[in-house]
């Protein structure tokens, strides 16, 4: 029997042209396809000739519904899932069927391409080093903002998905937040005619989006600084002299690991100390 496989396809957020040749091939190729959206995706199964069966897939399906796609597997055939855009289970449906398929030894495949998220962030001019993922804040402001205040210190870059109906309300609740001078970047339609990629202070970004109703349309990834407010301990001059000959031939990360562990010194704060000190020298 053939071995049943999964693969995980990603699709294009916008471009069609984003669409990887090895997607094309592995929907061609499988005997059923999972989407979220039978009419969205037929348009772009068929912009690509694919002709496959298709079954909708939501995590929230009824049990009926991914038992077939599960028995499919194990009769030895071979799915594919895709989502509307980008990658499944980022923000998307399909964490349930991988975590079944692993579970019932399925072969899983990613078949990478686009995701809003990590375009948005290698464009955003915010570190990379180390970064969250939010997805979509909730839509009730009373939980938005408590969620917001959950990551007021966090120091990693913060991303998050917003709807166009939103995008008003959190960058307001992020402002009041995060404080009016935290750096932040928001980019719009990415791949898309009115592509449009952002960065100011959470003010700045606020005036601009209220001033232009067309900022308000789209699709978006809202990024923010982490808070880079100085750790409330003096680094001795030594300390601060081998973590930064450290990373000078190392990354943030591992210099202030290994600064940590040559001077007893809290590894958080070396880190911070680095970060802080290099946007500063870079302002
Ligand atoms: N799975 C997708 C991915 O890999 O990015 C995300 C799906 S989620 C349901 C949709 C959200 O992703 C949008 O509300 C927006 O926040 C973001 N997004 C999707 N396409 C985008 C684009 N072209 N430009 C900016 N953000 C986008």
Redesign the pocket.
């Known amino acids: 029997m053939a071995e049943a496989v999964l693969f995980i396809v990603?699709t294009p957020?916008?471009n069609l042209g984003d669409m990887v040749p090895r997607a094309v091939e592995v929907l061609q190729s499988v005997d059923l396809i999972a989407v979220e959206d039978s009419r969205h995706s037929g348009k772009l199964l068929s912009h690509f000739h694919i002709k496959k069966p298709l079954v909708a897939y939501h995590d929230h399906s009824d049990e009926r519904r991914v038992n077939g796609i599960l028995n499919k597997l194990q009769q030895g055939g071979s799915v594919a899932l895709i989502?509307?855009?980008?990658?499944?289970l980022?923000?998307?449906p399909g964490y349930r069927l991988v975590k079944l398929a692993r579970e019932q030894g399925v072969k899983v495949v990613p078949i990478p391409g686009?995701?809003?998220?990590t375009a948005?962030l290698s464009v955003a001019g915010l570190p990379t080093d180390r970064f969250i993922f939010e997805g979509f804040l909730p839509s009730k402001a009373g939980a938005r903002k408590k969620q917001l205040e959950g990551l007021k210190k966090e120091c990693r870059t913060l991303v998050f998905?917003?709807?166009p109906h939103r995008i008003v309300d959190s960058l307001q609740d992020m402002r009041e937040v995060f404080g009016t001078d935290r750096n932040a970047v928001i980019?719009?339609?990415?791949?898309?005619t009115f592509e449009t990629v952002k960065n100011g202070s959470l003010q700045l970004l606020c005036e601009w989006v209220l001033a232009d109703t067309n900022q308000q349309r789209?699709?978006?990834?809202v990024m923010v600084a982490g808070d880079d407010t100085k750790v409330d301990i003096e680094l001795s001059e030594d300390v601060m002299r081998i973590v930064e000959i450290l990373a000078e031939e190392l990354a943030p990360k591992q210099a202030a690991a290994l600064a940590a562990k040559i001077t007893g010194v809290k590894k958080r704060e070396l880190y911070q100390f680095l970060v802080t000190d290099s946007s500063e020298n870079n302002n």
Not at 114 to 117: F, I, L, S
């Open positions: 990603a957020i916008g989502s509307d855009a980008g990658t499944p980022i923000s998307d686009a995701c809003a998220m948005a998905y917003e709807s980019a719009r339609e990415l791949t898309k789209g699709e978006f990834v």
